[in-house]
């Protein structure tokens, strides 16, 4: 890999960096040595302090691949793209927060809220989460083979740490920024960060157009509602519109690590995807081992991609090692103790003794590959491995036809478990879980096998991928299909009055649910794919942690919605309409109601509301006509409260305090 020859950098006086335009996309960059007497070290740390001491241990350790699991090479020069994900150590109680603390549903003193202030308290609670938990750092590895050097060699890596899993931003940059180091030192940290500070804030789920010297990054950002939860996302960016539903370009991002290569990855595989797309559903554990970086982060970026559009919960490290923290507690459950939650991307063989305990064990990849062509450094952006200069092709496509000798290699792995890896890598998958899911065989059908073609498996694998992306999508997205009147947003019925609070979204009983829907069925789409026991699939659903956060954030988004679609209508009615219809008691009630929203719009004037000036004026008349209209003994009670009085008045708006 190398760094294009048009690409050009500035001179030093351009050099300018707007550091806290800078954090809206990346941590910081790191430059790490492996040194033999010393371990990793650290060189540089661009901005300085950004990572705590335990951070930048951490990071060291994550960013250079097991030296057990490194096939040795003749070249002089070997490069290699992987990432990781390390929880962050510099707040505890952040780094403690269990995700469904992100909005109270059906909580009593929740329902008690008015929707203006329930609403505030949800963008309140999502807006904390730019105190992220997870650090995702993107690497570039070169190794250095000089005869001349102790034991033949030296290690180096450039690192890109971010809060958010910007796949498709960072590998393509580490492109540019990897090679760029190796040429110029340090000075490419300055270059490339002040590039970066000048790219415009991120905005989930668009096209990005991010320049980087002479050239231009066009890249998709993953959806808001995928992001997770302690990313930063904005309510507003929650709230916009989702991608359409089948996408009609594969650019199109339904999910994160929308650019993984599902099809290279899990090439050998492939029957063996609905089991695992059931496993993520409900969050079971999984280890996932191969024998490089590249192959293991690229297996689990796969994996979190499948359920698309759901909000992948688990925890799930691309890359883990035994440095992290978590692996002295993983390391120590006792027996019978359930294995957490989580996708473990691991290359030392040492995970299969010491994590005997997780009940999923998947090994993907092939040893023989050379990591420098392995999917994050010399894949293009169509998502695809090319075959190595030695004439070194990927696996035919295996689709796992009964034959006697495949019986019996399934048989014998089966028996021997995951620990024959020790002797001899090789593609198997060990789980004891029964699917429901039945593979789709007219898909597996219209997957092309391209043979040994380099440049045929390139554009191949981009309709692979499509094919495959495409049908989980509507796999999922049928699957959670039924959930959808729990958080449909409702709107004023023609003739009713806005200014009365939305009705709440329908109570969700897990009992219930599976009682009516067991009588309706899930749609033909999954009768034709699914068992007869169907329904354990969504029991098993309920009873796993991706459920409750997506579903949370689903009825959040689904409140704000409501919310303002009751809110356009207000600054649509007409109120004499209204008023010329209404009891005396009704005007009273209608008086009070609008007094409240017209309270919690100044409210939201103070704080971070776009429009709210125009609403609070607009409900402000609306709070005289109807005053005016109210019998002379009860508007000289209502003016018996000063705060009141104001609000009636023509003088200017009364100033609201946020507490």
Same mark, same amino acid.
């Given at each position: 890999?190398s760094r294009?020859?048009?690409?050009l ?21 790191c430059?790490?040595?492996f ?10 740390c ?11 241990l951490?990071?060291? @350790? ?8 490194q096939?040795?090479n ?5 490069? &290699?793209?992987?990432?990781?994900r ?7 109680q952040?780094a ?11 909580n009593?003193?929740a329902s008690?809220?008015t929707?203006s ?6 963008r309140?609670?999502i ?5 992220s938990r997870? +650090?995702?750092?993107?690497v570039f ?7 001349r +050097?102790k034991?033949?060699g ?6 890109i740490?971010?809060h958010n899993p @910007? ?7 580490l ?6 180091y190796f040429?110029i030192?340090?000075k490419a940290l300055?270059f490339i960060?002040?590039?970066v500070?000048m ?5 989930p789920?668009?096209?990005?157009e991010?320049p980087?010297?002479n050239?231009t990054?066009?890249?998709? +950002? ?7 939860l302690? &990313? ?8 916009s519109?989702?991608?359409p539903?089948? !996408?009609s ?8 690590f ?6 290279? %990855?899990?090439r050998g595989l492939?029957?063996?995807l609905?089991k ?9 554990p ?6 490089? !970086?590249?192959q &293991?982060?690229e297996?689990v ?11 992948c ?13 978590? @692996? ?9 103790a ?10 030392n063989l040492?995970?299969?003794?010491s994590l ?7 090994s ?9 062509r392995?999917?994050f ?7 695809r491995i ?7 092709s990927?696996p035919?496509?295996s689709l =796992?036809?009964? %034959?006697?000798?495949n019986?019996?290699?399934?048989m ?14 090789k ?11 039945k ?8 997957l /092309?096998d ?5 440049r045929?498996?390139e554009?191949?694998s981009?309709v692979?991928?499509?094919?495959l ?7 999922t %997205?049928?699957f ?7 958080y449909r947003?409702?709107?004023?019925s023609?003739?009713?009055s806005p ?8 109570? @969700?009983n897990a009992?219930?649910?599976l ?5 309706r069925?899930?749609?033909k789409?999954?009768?034709?794919r ?13 009873k ?7 579903f $949370? ?5 689904a409140e704000?919605?409501?919310y303002?679609l009751?809110r $356009?209508?207000?600054?649509?009615a007409?109120?004499q ?13 209608t ?12 409210? $939201? ?8 000036d125009?609403?609070?004026s607009?409900?402000?008349?609306d ?6 209209? +109210?019998p002379k003994?009860?508007q000289?009670?209502m003016l018996? =409260? ?12 009364p100033s /609201?305090s946020?507490?």
């Open positions: 890999m294009s020859a048009s690409f950098v500035r001179s030093e006086a351009d050099l300018k960096v707007d550091e806290k335009s800078l954090q809206q996309w990346v941590v910081g960059f430059i790490i040595r040194d033999l007497e010393q371990g990793q070290l650290i060189e540089e661009y901005p300085a302090g950004c990572l705590t001491h335990n951070e930048e951490e990071v060291a @350790f994550s960013s250079f691949p097991d030296s057990v699991s096939n040795h003749r070249s002089s020069i070997h490069d &290699c793209i992987f990432f990781f390390v929880r962050r150590q510099g707040n505890p952040v403690h927060l269990p995700s469904s603390e992100i909005v109270e549903v059906n009593t003193q008690q809220m929707a202030d329930k609403v505030l308290k949800q309140s609670k807006q904390t989460g730019v105190n997870y +650090l995702y750092g993107f590895n070169r190794q250095r083979h000089d005869e +050097l034991r033949g030296e290690q180096k890596s450039v690192v740490l971010s @910007f796949s498709s931003v960072f590998r393509p940059l492109q540019i920024m990897g090679p760029l040429d030192g340090k300055n960060a002040s590039y500070s790219w415009p804030v991120p905005v789920g668009q096209l990005m991010l980087i010297g050239a990054l066009k890249v998709n +950002l993953p959806p808001a509602h995928c992001m997770p302690d &990313c930063g996302v904005l309510f507003e960016e929650l709230a519109p989702i991608a539903f089948l !996408p370009s594969q650019s199109v991002p339904q999910g994160l929308h650019d993984a290569d599902l099809f290279g %990855t899990f492939l029957m063996q609905w695992l797309w059931e496993l993520l559903l409900i969050g079971e999984i280890l996932i081992i191969a024998p490089t !970086p590249p &293991c982060c297996a970026a796969g994996l979190v991609s499948l359920v698309a559009p759901l909000l919960s688990i925890d799930f490290r691309p890359y883990f090692t035994i440095h992290d923290p978590d @692996f002295a507690h993983l390391n120590s459950l006792q027996e019978g359930a294995f957490p939650p989580m996708i473990l991307g691991v290359t040492f995970f299969l003794k005997r305990r997780i009940p999923h064990v998947l993907v990849g092939n040893p023989v590959m050379n990591a420098a392995l999917p450094s010399a894949r293009a952006s169509t998502g090319p075959a190595g200069p030695e004439g070194l990927l035919s496509l =796992n036809r009964f %034959t006697p000798s019986f019996l290699n399934a014998k792995l089966r028996r021997d478990g995951p620990l024959c890896l020790m002797t001899e890598h593609e198997a998958f060990w789980s004891s879980y029964a699917p429901i899911t593979p789709d065989t007219s898909i597996l059908n219209r /092309i391209a043979g040994m073609s380099p045929v498996e554009s191949m981009v692979n991928n499509d094919i992306r495409r049908h989980f999508l509507e796999l %997205t049928n959670l299909a039924p959930f959808g009147p729990y947003p409702t709107t004023p023609e003739g009713s200014y009365v609070d939305p009705p709440p979204l329908p109570t @969700f009992e219930d649910f009682t009516s829907l067991s009588v069925g899930p749609g789409f999954l009768l034709k699914m068992k007869s026991n169907w329904l354990d699939l969504y029991r098993r659903f309920l796993g942690h991706n459920f409750l956060p997506w $949370q954030r689903k009825r959040a988004v704000q919605e409501q303002r009751w $356009q209508a207000r600054m649509r007409d109120i309409h209204f008023i010329s219809r209404m009891s005396e008691l009704e005007i009273v009630d008086f009070n109601a609008i007094e409240r929203h017209l309270l919690g719009e100044l409210q $939201q004037s103070t704080t971070l509301e776009e429009g709210s125009a609403t609070s607009k409900l402000r008349e709070l005289q006509a109807v005053f005016h209209v +109210l003994d009860m000289q009670l018996m =409260n000063p705060e009141r009085a104001a609000l009636v008045r023509d003088d200017e708006l /609201i946020t507490r």
